[in-house]
Each structure stands twice: as structure tokens, then as C-alpha cells.
Nanobody, 121 residues
């Protein structure tokens, strides 16, 4: 049974930083592309970032490029999202997704339960 467990969300002021982690189990971690998505209240789930199984390829939404960094540690079965220079519009529930590639949520098979990120002014 595949499980993805996000952690690291919380409340931060504008301009601050947070680091999210997603620990995976039940899958051959290094074989899977991973993504981070987010969903704000009343909005559709949107792509944030992705990373290939090897970690050599990454991609970011334009809205977070230069501020967020995705990485993975295949020895720890964990993917990370370092978020810097946070803005109020980054407020959302952040989800980790596995077994997929691309910017569409429908491209991914497995999802975590999400972690809330709230950015206040």
C-alpha cells in the first residue's frame, strides 16, 4: 500500500520560509517522478513543482520559480519543497503526488493528505 505523508506546513509571515517534506512508503521510490501541488480555498488544485526519479530534472510553476526549490533523497524515500520569500498568495493546502509526471493532477496516481501553509502579512 502506497502512502505519502506530508509535513512541515504552518503559519509564516510574508517574506518568510518553510520547508515541506513528503515521506513515501510502499513503492520503489527512486523509480517514480514526484510532484507538489497546492489548492487554495475555492480554487482548483494547481501544479507547483516536479522532480524526476533520478532528481536530475525539475520543473516549477512560473508563480514559484526562483522562490521554491524541490529536491529528493532517494535513500530516505523523501521529497522536499523549500519555500522562500513566501507571499500571501502561496497560502494553500500543499499536496505531494507520486507516480506521474507533468503539471496535471490527473497525471499522478498517488496523493498525500496535504499540509496547510498559511502566509500572513
Amino acid at each position: 500500500q502506497v502512502q505519502l505523508l506530508e509535513s512541515g506546513g504552518g503559519l509564516v509571515q510574508t517574506g518568510g520560509s518553510l520547508s515541506l517534506a513528503c515521506a513515501a512508503s510502499g513503492l520503489t521510490f527512486s523509480a517514480y517522478g514526484l510532484g507538489w501541488f497546492r489548492q487554495a480555498p475555492g480554487k482548483e488544485r494547481e501544479f507547483v513543482s516536479l522532480i524526476s526519479g533520478s532528481g536530475r530534472t525539475t520543473n516549477y510553476a512560473d508563480s514559484v520559480k526562483g522562490r521554491f526549490t524541490i529536491s529528493r533523497d532517494n535513500a530516505k524515500n523523501t521529497v522536499y519543497l523549500q519555500m522562500n520569500s513566501l507571499k500571501r498568495e502561496d497560502t494553500a493546502v500543499y499536496y505531494c503526488a507520486a507516480d506521474g509526471y507533468g503539471t496535471r493532477p490527473s497525471a499522478y496516481t498517488y496523493w498525500g493528505q496535504g499540509t496547510q501553509v498559511t502566509v500572513s502579512s
